[in-house]
């Protein structure tokens, strides 16, 4: 449309018109090449990769001249993966800092969520966390936040995972719902927005997580050769991010996040708008959190018999680009 109205106000010759139009694509050609080109892994399509996403649709990453590419993949093979050079990025946080503890070289450069947006949908009889006794409870994976999640919550109740609540590695959020759906689970931890469709569907959210369970939740990781190596590529990268978390947390953009949020959840109105009032205070506009908060991780690591050998928070962590970007 641009291109009629530009060639509307001018008179050329057939030969000027195509080398108008000519360098006119050639532009666009360009600019479409002079985009790099990287690739992030997150496990799952959710609120701890939602800044990322937000970022990619709002071309935040675009003005950065950067063409992202998010990649969903497990847990497991996306730590492998960033190891082997096969992807750039990854959107783990918890995970990241557990492989490191492993000797994995990968380090968490940001984080986007103070504490997890999660909640813990029951069944009907189920009223408190204690009545868990004897039942099953569907989380992720055995490893990473919601694992860890779910160990420190119910403890903080009284009760011995394993021991007194048989715990099952459930796959995604939307397994985990089909699970609790169908009987075969009494209860599973389900980050949000999923926990909101759930309760709609007749479930009740007994709990919210992260009013308990303070800890850095998603984030950007990447390895110790691409910080060292490639700098500018990070800043870019995380510029991008964080530009997305802002935008998110700054009320003058609510419409415009609600409305994404349900396009890109499938939510109605209404669970758009609970999902945006939860939303804002779990996020970290920031992007970095004290030392303290990182060795929580580290010490729930060390419990869970993930390790013994506890690492300094510097060790698995760096905040280094972070603490220089410049909007």
């Known amino acids: 449309m641009k291109l009629r109205r530009q060639l509307a106000r001018l008179t050329l010759t057939p030969i000027a018109f195509l080398t108008f139009?000519?360098?006119?694509?050639?532009?666009?050609?360009?600019?479409?090449?002079?985009?790099?080109?990287?690739?992030?892994?997150?496990?799952?399509?959710?609120?701890?990769?939602?800044?990322?996403?937000?970022?990619r649709?709002?071309?935040?990453?675009?003005?950065?001249?950067?063409?992202?590419?998010?990649?969903?993949?497990?847990?497991?093979?996306?730590?492998?993966?960033?190891?082997?050079?096969?992807?750039?990025?990854?959107?783990?946080?918890?995970?990241?800092?557990?492989?490191?503890?492993?000797?994995?070289?990968?380090?968490?450069?940001?984080?986007?969520?103070?504490?997890?947006?999660?909640?813990?949908?029951?069944?009907?009889?189920?009223?408190?966390?204690?009545?868990?006794?004897?039942?099953?409870?569907?989380?992720?994976?055995?490893?990473g936040a919601i694992y860890g999640a779910a160990v420190y919550l119910l403890k903080m109740h009284g009760l011995r995972p394993k021991e007194d609540v048989i715990i099952l590695a459930g796959g995604s959020n939307a397994a985990r719902a089909t699970a609790l759906r169908q009987g075969a689970v009494d209860a599973a931890l389900l980050s949000s927005p999923d926990d909101i469709r759930s309760a709609g569907e007749g479930f009740r959210i007994l709990l919210d997580v992260g009013s308990e369970y303070?800890?850095?939740?998603?984030?950007?990781?990447?390895?110790?050769?691409?910080?060292?190596?490639?700098?500018?590529?990070?800043?870019?990268?995380?510029?991008?991010?964080?530009?997305?978390t802002r935008a998110i947390t700054e009320p003058r953009n609510k419409d415009d996040v609600t409305n994404w949020i349900g396009k890109f959840f499938k939510l109605d109105r209404a669970m758009s708008d609970e999902f945006y009032r939860r939303l804002g205070p779990s996020l970290n506009p920031g992007g970095i959190v004290e030392r303290d908060k990182i060795k929580l991780v580290i010490d729930n690591a060390v419990e869970r018999g993930l390790t013994d050998k506890p690492l300094d928070p510097d060790a698995v962590v760096d905040f280094s680009i972070m603490k220089q970007l410049r909007f």
């Open 21 to 55: 139009v000519g360098f006119f694509l050639l532009q666009q050609f360009a600019a479409a090449q002079s985009l790099k080109e990287i690739r992030i892994g997150s496990s799952d399509i959710t609120v701890s990769n939602l800044c990322t996403f937000y970022a």
């Open 57 to 143: 649709d709002r071309k935040f990453f675009e003005a950065e001249g950067i063409d992202v590419k998010i990649i969903i993949v497990k847990t497991e093979a996306a730590l492998a993966a960033l190891t082997l050079g096969d992807l750039d990025y990854s959107t783990l946080s918890t995970s990241s800092i557990e492989a490191t503890l492993k000797g994995m070289p990968l380090r968490l450069i940001a984080i986007t969520n103070r504490q997890p947006l999660l909640g813990l949908l029951v069944r009907k009889g189920i009223n408190t966390v204690s009545d868990l006794k004897g039942k099953k409870l569907s989380i992720s994976s055995f490893g």
């Open 214 to 244: 303070r800890l850095p939740w998603g984030g950007v990781s990447t390895t110790v050769t691409k910080i060292r190596g490639n700098p500018p590529e990070v800043e870019k990268v995380l510029r991008a991010v964080l530009r997305a």
